[in-house]
């Protein structure tokens, strides 16, 4: 924690420069199991916050942009760390370190838009230490894997003290920073089923330098038959709303074409009328819109090339 005083960076990304201060007072919690977990939230209500990985966190408390009076701590639960094989997919811990996701062969294998997305988290000290679950209950519509759930129809498992529930990804992200989990629930784990062959995946992003928040951000998955015909598109957007965004409209026009005959500048430019972008000091909303519809074509078309290569075709 800085000490109170200095000039420090801090902050899950570059660009944020402020003078530190230390944070409201809270009472810490170590708890060892999700259910000791579950109990003190559900004991705590609102008053309590779950601590991941506390890139985001952190720094809130520490500049008090927000307060607590109970700060749970995730590290020494180790039910909510690892990934695993179950259903056809995978089944990742919600403590599962970004680091972690990134360098797991399974991931790569059975979910490689996870694996691709990764790299682009802030730089390899965040990804130390930030976790995929703190990521996803964040909820900032610039981040990645909120994204690539989105667009992967992951699903999200949530505890409280009383019952175990599963969210799909279209209904957990409500709006900036709000999610469908009610304050005494906690995010276990996501999971996501993998794609049958052959099918191809990208991921990109443009921020003003590496590590910064996404201005905008694609995650693209093609499938198809082994013609080339595409008979499933997943494509996912980031930074261009209040929360990640699919691009229905591109997913619809790519439906049953073939993947070498798609034109992919094309197709994308349709990305624009699923987003809802505002303008802040870092880009306008229009920006925004341009850049991203660029991006969705740019990716697409990285993703068109993959998976052509896996059907033979290319």
């Known amino acids: 924690m800085p000490a109170g005083g200095r000039l420090s960076r801090i902050g899950q990304r570059g660009g944020l420069q402020c003078r530190a201060v230390k944070p409201a007072p809270f009472e810490y919690h170590a708890p060892e199991s999700v259910a000791d977990v579950a109990s003190l939230l559900a004991e705590h209500g609102d008053d309590a916050k779950p601590l991941a990985g506390g890139q985001s966190l952190v720094p809130m408390l520490a500049m008090r942009l927000t307060r607590f009076e109970h700060i749970v701590d995730l590290n020494r639960v180790g039910e909510l760390f690892g990934v695993e094989s179950g259903n056809g997919g995978v089944r990742i811990g919600a403590m599962t370190r970004q680091a972690a996701v990134e360098a797991d062969a399974m991931v790569a294998e059975r979910v490689p838009l996870l694996h691709l997305a990764a790299p682009h988290i802030g730089h390899f000290q965040i990804r ?58 906690l995010l276990v784990a996501l999971r996501f089923s993998s794609w049958e062959q052959p099918a191809g995946f990208a991921f990109d992003e443009i921020a003003r330098r590496s590590g910064d928040f996404a201005l905008a951000g694609a995650a693209v998955g093609i499938g198809a038959d082994d013609q080339g015909r595409i008979n499933r598109a997943a494509v996912g957007m980031l930074g261009v709303g209040p929360t990640p965004l699919r691009a229905a409209s591109v997913e619809a026009a790519l439906m049953g074409l073939s993947a070498a005959e798609a034109d992919p500048a094309e197709i994308g430019r349709l990305a624009a009328d699923d987003m809802d972008p505002i303008g802040d000091v870092h880009a306008s909303a229009e920006y925004r819109l341009r850049a991203g519809s660029t991006l969705v074509g740019r990716v697409l078309a990285a993703a068109l090339s993959q998976v052509q290569k896996e059907a033979g075709l290319g």
Request: aromatic share 6%; glycine share 6%.
């Open 128 to 185: 130390n230490r930030g976790t995929i679950g703190g990521s996803v209950a964040h909820a900032d519509p610039a981040s990645e894997f909120p994204a690539v759930m989105l667009a992967l129809d992951g699903t999200a498992e949530v505890a409280s003290s009383s019952s175990v529930r599963e969210v799909p990804a279209a209904e957990f992200f409500e709006s900036t920073f709000m999610t469908a989990m009610a304050p005494d629930e």
